[in-house]
């Protein structure tokens, strides 16, 4: 996704987030990728800004909903930018794809999340709908 660094200014005040110079470097970052990514692959990307900086900044972006936390299936945390509007619900939620031989986890926009029933007294702040399989790409290469 392009965006201009005024886009992302407005990204983060929507948010209730300081653009700083990190943070836009960040938020930026996260627009460009394809799909979700790990903390690891962010230190690789953005050389220029500490490991602890690039945490505390996730961190915050979680608080505030300008990024997605997805498990991958295996035991390890990726981020993706969130398109939500808002700073207090997350209204991009969507279905993920873990591939078990490429090990990528894959945005699948159009598959909507399914409906779940809650007891009475539970109130649902996030949803994480992870299938897990082999991906397109993988598939192909085994034929």
């Known amino acids: 996704m392009k965006m201009k660094n005024d886009n992302f200014v407005k990204l983060l ?9 990190n943070r836009i470097v960040i938020a930026k970052t ?8 790990s903390m690891k692959e962010l230190e690789y990307k953005i050389l220029s800004i500490d490991k602890s900086n690039i945490f505390r900044t ?13 498990e991958d299936g295996e035991g390890g945390i990726k981020y993706e930018l969130c398109h ?10 969507h279905v993920h794809f873990y591939c078990e031989c490429c ?13 779940v029933d809650i007891p009475e007294g539970y109130e649902v702040t996030s949803a994480n709908y992870i ?5 397109f790409e993988c598939k192909k290469k085994k034929k």
């Open 13 to 21: 005040e929507c948010h209730g987030v300081k653009p700083t110079a």
């Open 30 to 37: 996260l627009a460009v990728q394809e799909r979700p990514v």
């Open 58 to 70: 996730l961190t915050l972006f979680r608080e505030h909903h300008v990024v997605h936390i997805v």
């Open 84 to 93: 939500s509007h808002d700073a207090e619900y997350d209204d991009d939620e």
């Open 103 to 115: 090990h990528r986890t894959f945005c699948l926009y159009d598959t909507p999340m399914p409906a």
């Open 131 to 135: 299938l897990r399989g082999v991906c």
